[in-house]
């Protein structure tokens, strides 16, 4: 664990990494910037490939379809090093149940 995860503001849990699909182009900075290992890089299905607006489709179809997915997003301190950390500004942290 970095020293910057123990300067995080929050117990697990209390933020959740909230994904912009049309944003993100798995760049995996976000799996090298988190501390708590939240992140895995996965392919989206077709039903989020559909959701996606045109410039998404051809984003993540440039990209391989593959993007980000917080897969352990209960272990999220909200330090927001994933949101510095990625190029297209594709992840916000949500106060879980809000």
Request: with cysteine.
């Amino acid at each position: 664990m970095s020293a910057a995860a123990t300067d995080c503001k929050h117990p697990a849990g209390f933020m959740a990494p909230v994904i912009d699909r049309n944003r993100c182009e798995g760049k995996e900075d976000c799996i090298t910037a988190c501390p708590y290992d939240v992140f895995e890089m996965g392919v989206l299905s077709a039903e989020e490939r559909a959701a996606l607006g045109l410039v998404g489709r051809i984003k993540a179809w440039a990209h391989g379809n593959r993007q980000a997915y917080a897969v352990r997003a209960a272990d999220c301190h909200g330090c927001g090093l994933c949101v510095a950390a990625c190029p297209e500004r594709a992840i916000k942290l949500a106060r879980v149940g809000a």
